[in-house]
């Protein structure tokens, strides 16, 4: 397996922050806001892998 890249890395993490941050707000434009970051780092996550199968440009 190669080892992970700088947007992987970051990526994770930035997914890891939105999850942890949407368990613990309230406000609900908030925790939306905070899933479109998570799914931002999904797809960021998707494209890298995409990339390394020779799929994605």
Do not use: H, W
Request: glycine share 8%.
């Amino acid at each position: 397996m190669e080892p992970e890249t700088r947007v992987e890395r970051n990526a994770k993490a930035l997914m890891t922050y939105a999850a942890m941050m949407a368990v613990q707000v309230s406000d609900p434009d908030s925790r939306d806001a905070l899933c479109d970051i998570y799914k931002i780092g999904f797809e960021t996550l998707e494209k890298q892998g995409q990339k390394k199968d020779g799929y994605g440009k």
